[in-house]
C-alpha cells in the first residue's frame, strides 16, 4: 500500500515490478507487430513480383509466337500465309494487365535491320521502368500493311519478295 511522506506518495517494490512487466510485455507485443508487418509486406512484394514474372513471360512468349509465324511464312515461300486470330493473340489484354502499370508497350517492333521482333513491358508498377524482349527472325524483308477484309488483322503472307504483316500500326510497327 502505498505511503506518504512529506505530500510524496512512495509506492511499494511490489507496485514496481507490476510496472516493469506491464511495460516489457508491451515492448515484446510492440516487436511482434512491427516483424509480423514486416513478414506481411515482403508476401505482397513477392507475389506482386511474381505475378511481373509471369506477365513478362507472357510478353517474350507472345514476342516468339510472332518470330515464329514470321519464320514459318518466310520458309514456306510464294503464297503462304497464316493467320493469328484473337485467340493466339489479343493486344487489348496484352496493353492492360490486372497490376497497375505493367502491361505490354504497344506497338510490338519489327525490326528489319537487326532481324528482330522486340518486345517492351512496362514495370513501373515494380519500381521499373521498362524490359523488353529481342527474338530473332529470318526474314529481313518484313512489311506492314493495314489489315484488309481479304487480309484480317494479323495476318502474315509471303508475296514472294516480302514477307507482309497485315495490323494496325498502333499494334505491330516495322522499322528499317
Do not use: C
Not at 514459318?72 to 500465309?81: E, I, L, M, P
Not at 528482330?116 to 518484313?142: C, Q
Request: hydrophobic residues 40%.
Amino acid at each position: 500500500m502505498p505511503s506518504m511522506s512529506h505530500g510524496r506518495i512512495s509506492l511499494s517494490s511490489e507496485s514496481d515490478t507490476k510496472a516493469q512487466i506491464t511495460i516489457e510485455t508491451i515492448v515484446v507485443i510492440g516487436i511482434f507487430l512491427i516483424v509480423f508487418s514486416s513478414l506481411i509486406n515482403l508476401s505482397f512484394e513477392r507475389l506482386h513480383l511474381a505475378q511481373e514474372v509471369g506477365s513478362a513471360g507472357e510478353a517474350k512468349m507472345t514476342g516468339q509466337f510472332i518470330a515464329s509465324a514470321i519464320n514459318n511464312v518466310y520458309s514456306n515461300g510464294r503464297g503462304f500465309s497464316i493467320h493469328l486470330n484473337e485467340n493466339k493473340i489479343n493486344f487489348s489484354e496484352l496493353s492492360s494487365s490486372k497490376i497497375r502499370g505493367s502491361g505490354v508497350i504497344l506497338p510490338i517492333i519489327v525490326n528489319n535491320s537487326e532481324r528482330r521482333v522486340v518486345i517492351n513491358k512496362n514495370l513501373s508498377s515494380m519500381g521499373g521502368t521498362s524490359w523488353y524482349a529481342s527474338i530473332p527472325v529470318i526474314p529481313d524483308n518484313i512489311t506492314r500493311e493495314d489489315p484488309t477484309s481479304a487480309y484480317p488483322q494479323l495476318t502474315i503472307r509471303n508475296n514472294g519478295t516480302d514477307v507482309i504483316i497485315y495490323a494496325n500500326k498502333s499494334n505491330i510497327n516495322v522499322v528499317q
